[in-house]
């Protein structure tokens, strides 16, 4: 099975057009991560780590890029992420052979992140503050001029469980790049991509 570049991700992207006046109950915003993006995966301290981790077997640590979209709803104040398509780098020889059910794989980790709800906390102006409803240390930062940040997951090290932290910024796709790219996605999904521009699925 194939599965097409990263551009074919926002075909999906949907505004539900609202009546006159109201503002729409659901908003989907396409976001690329900045520079510098973290993520940290800690194995149980019971069991025997990951052999070849760095910088050790009990903490592993990746660089984080790629492209996601923000799902808000303004009607149930929530935010959930949709189109993840991540690249990690760092610990190569470890996402070549990955432990099973461990997520130090970017497909394992957009699997993660997709199944999370943040639940809008209402906090004073000039941000939102959303929490993840599971994992209460987990938080989406929106600053409301196009840039968000991602901080933060679960850590239950100290009773003998795994850990997934994050730290990433991102910046909203401008209009014009975003329906271009929309355009070209829905292009391709009409035609079918050609060769050149499909990369196979990861495992």
Do not use: W
């Not at 690329?32 to 993006?37: K, S, V």
């Not at 999370?116 to 987990?138: G, H, K, W």
Request: proline letters at 10%; hydrophobic letters at 50%.
């Amino acid at each position: 099975m194939t599965r097409f570049l990263p551009l074919a991700c926002f075909a999906s992207l949907i505004f539900l057009a609202p009546p006159a006046g109201q503002a729409a109950p659901l908003e989907v915003k396409p976001y690329r991560i900045a520079p510098g993006a973290t993520y940290t995966y800690k194995p149980s301290p019971e069991g025997p780590g990951i052999a070849g981790g760095m910088p050790s077997a009990f903490e592993l640590d990746f660089g984080v890029a790629g492209t996601f979209a923000v799902e808000y709803d303004r009607m149930a104040f929530t935010a959930r992420l949709l189109n993840l398509d991540l690249v990690l780098t760092g610990n190569e020889a470890v996402q070549m052979n990955p432990p099973a059910f461990t997520p130090v794989t970017a497909d394992r980790v957009e699997e993660f992140l997709v199944a999370r709800l943040f639940d809008n906390l209402f906090v004073a102006a000039p941000l939102d503050q959303y929490q993840e409803r599971t994992y209460d240390n987990f938080y989406l930062y929106d600053f409301l001029q196009g840039a968000i940040r991602l901080q933060g997951g679960f850590d239950v090290t100290p009773v003998d469980g795994p850990a997934m932290l994050f730290d990433a910024s991102a910046q909203l796709i401008p209009e014009p790049v975003a329906a271009a790219l929309l355009g070209v996605a829905l292009a391709l999904a009409a035609v079918g991509a050609p060769a050149h521009l499909r990369q196979p699925a990861r495992k």
